[in-house]
T-cell receptor
Framework: AQSVTQLGSHVSVSEGALVLLRCNYSSSVPPYLFWYVQYPNQGLQLLLKYTSAATLVKGINGFEAEFKKSETSFHLTKPSAHMSDAAEYFCAVSEDSGYSTLTFGKGTMLLVSP | GAGVSQTPSNKVTEKGKYVELRCDPISGHTALYWYRQSLGQGPEFLIYFQGTGAADDSGLPNDRFFAVRPEGSVSTLKIQRTERGDSAVYLC??????????????FGEGSRLTVL
């Protein structure tokens, strides 16, 4: 069975500050890992994905995440937050590539203040 | 269309009524998924179609929930005898379904169901 834990339902940062959203996973096989973002009144959008290639994955809008097997983590970071980054972020895990029954975490709402 | 389209965007119904939610996936995507997102939770898997057949329906909570995809494109999620606990946003997603793909899902904006 697979599961995802996202620490912190809400994270607040100032504009220009480092963004760190935490994700830990549990999987019985080497996982495929994803971060999705949901802007207000929009559908979930893929931010980045890890599929067993490079452990440091770069995504859209300056976000990146590092897969750390020893820590079973896939934390999302961005060096400098922008007001437009305010959204809800979901980490997800899958145990298969072509058939993606994703298991999502509960989400972390990122709040960015001026 | 260019993206996954879901209708209606909002549905308010009374307890005990029957509801249908429709999903039109990205053209050419063979895989289609339904998820349910309750308040304060992440999306939870309901059912997965590959073509016309339900390849995995292990996430359907009970026999009041049923989904079809008769022609391998549009899908309808059907909920009988709705209960207040069914209130949630129902998300549809599609993917290319190709073997060896990285399985990126493309989501619609969801159908918000409120059962009074």
């Amino acid at each position: 069975a697979q599961s995802v834990t996202q620490l912190g339902s809400h994270v607040s940062v100032s504009e220009g500050a480092l963004v760190l959203l935490r994700c830990n996973y549990s999987s019985s096989v080497p996982p495929y890992l994803f971060w999705y973002v949901q802007y207000p009144n929009q559908g979930l959008q893929l931010l980045l994905k890890y599929t067993s290639a490079a452990t440091l994955v770069k995504g859209i809008n300056g976000f990146e995440a590092e897969f750390k097997k020893s820590e079973t983590s896939f934390h999302l970071t961005k060096p400098s937050a922008h007001m437009s980054d305010a959204a809800e972020y979901f980490c997800a895990v899958s145990e298969d590539s072509g058939y993606s029954t994703l298991t999502f975490g509960k989400g972390t709402m990122l709040l960015v203040s001026p | 269309g260019a993206g996954v389209s879901q209708t209606p965007s909002n549905k308010v119904t009374e307890k005990g009524k029957y509801v249908e939610l429709r999903c039109d996936p990205i053209s050419g995507h063979t895989a289609l998924y339904w998820y349910r997102q309750s308040l304060g939770q992440g999306p939870e898997f309901l059912i997965y179609f590959q073509g016309t057949g339900a390849a995995d329906d292990s996430g359907l909570p009970n026999d009041r929930f049923f989904a079809v995809r008769p022609e391998g494109s549009v899908s309808t999620l059907k909920i009988q005898r709705t209960e207040r606990g069914d209130s949630a946003v129902y998300l549809c997603a599609s993917s290319s379904g190709l073997a060896g793909s990285t399985g990126e899902l493309f989501f619609g904006e969801g159908s918000r169901l409120t059962v009074l």
